[in-house]
């Protein structure tokens, strides 16, 4: 999933009668990491459903948890170049 690809919100309430069933399978894409940032697809293997989704929200262009990173290790004294 591309940065200006929205994520699907219905997908997980749709999934939810096979939740119960538990035929879901989560899925990391380590093609799309982005720093601590990784594309989470959600697989229903009893409907055949799927979505995606980034595990990070984008903020400024950068994703959350990669900026928050940053900026603890600065916090700490590290400097952004340790995180």
Do not use: F, W
């Amino acid at each position: 999933m591309s940065a200006s690809t929205p994520p699907r919100r219905d997908g997980l309430r749709r999934l939810t009668p096979c939740v119960v069933e538990q035929k879901i399978e989560l899925r990391e894409d380590l093609k799309s990491r982005r720093g601590l940032a990784v594309s989470l697809e959600i697989i229903c293997h009893n409907c055949g459903e799927s979505t995606s989704t980034m595990s990070s929200k984008i903020s400024n262009k950068c994703y959350d948890v990669n900026l928050r990173l940053t900026y603890g290790m600065r916090a700490i004294g590290k400097g952004g170049a340790a995180a």
